[in-house]
């Protein structure tokens, strides 16, 4: 199957500062990408979609200026956490769709912010 | 109003038990993807199946197997003769036609968790 990569893997960062968390597909080129979120023992939820070179369309209730997203390529979004909080710690997993619309999954990042 | 339902939080087996998990799931689409989820310790997120809303062919895969029932609007899963390995999250999924398979709505998982 395809691959999709995700960098980091984990990252801790300070109160305040802003995270780049990136999205690649390997291995094909996809126009849309998707932004999950899970906190600890939780489901995954839906942030946003991201289409290559439009913006990106958030779920309802998910801060758009807080969560910058970037689709510049068809192999790259950025997902760019701004002003991380403690309550922003979660693990990040993205997804990537093929042109048969089947959707392959990052090996997420866990970002922890003190 | 689109949403799935794993009632199972957690189950515990002991190894070579069958265990079956329940997925229950609501759509007004007629066209829909199901999916089925395996996320272990590590947290990456394995692809188990992938079933279109008008094939309810059961399916067998080793020792998975899963059961789809649009009359009860169920989507099972079953592992046979269950190993230490299987021991993770599963995480059952509806994609629906409207929304041009963009979305995945995800259940809240089952823990399994399978002894020796």
């Known amino acids: 199957g395809a691959v999709v990569s995700q960098h980091p893997s984990w990252v801790i960062c300070k109160s305040g500062t802003s995270v780049k968390i990136e999205c690649r597909s390997l291995d094909f080129q996809a126009t849309t990408m998707f932004w999950y979120r899970q906190f600890p023992k939780q489901s995954l939820m839906l942030m946003a979609t991201?289409?290559?070179?439009?913006?990106?369309?958030?779920e309802q209730g998910v801060e758009k200026d807080k969560f910058l997203i970037n689709h510049a390529s068809l192999t790259l979004s950025t997902l760019t956490v701004t002003s991380a909080h403690p309550e922003d710690s979660s693990f990040y997993i993205c997804?990537?769709?093929?042109?048969?619309?089947?959707?392959?999954f990052g090996p997420g990042t866990r970002l922890t912010v003190l | 109003a689109q949403k799935v339902t794993q009632a199972q939080t957690e189950i515990s087996v002991v190894e070579k038990e069958d265990v079956t998990l329940d997925c229950v799931y609501e759509?007004?689409?007629?066209?829909?993807?199901l999916f089925w989820y395996k996320q272990p310790p590590s947290g990456e997120l394995v692809f188990l199946i992938r079933r279109n809303s008008f094939d309810e062919q059961n399916e067998i895969s080793g020792r998975y197997s899963w059961n789809f029932q649009k009359s009860t609007s169920s989507f099972n899963f079953t592992i046979t003769a269950s190993q230490v390995v299987d021991s993770a999250v599963y995480f059952c999924?509806?994609?629906?036609?409207?929304?041009?398979?963009?979305?995945?709505?995800f259940g809240a998982g089952t823990r399994l968790a399978v002894h020796p």
């Open positions: 991201s289409n290559e070179g439009s913006k990106a369309t958030y």
């Open positions: 759509t007004r689409d007629t066209t829909y993807y």
């Open positions: 997804s990537a769709r093929d042109r048969n619309n089947e959707q392959f």
């Open positions: 999924a509806l994609s629906p036609g409207s929304s041009g398979y963009n979305k995945l709505i």
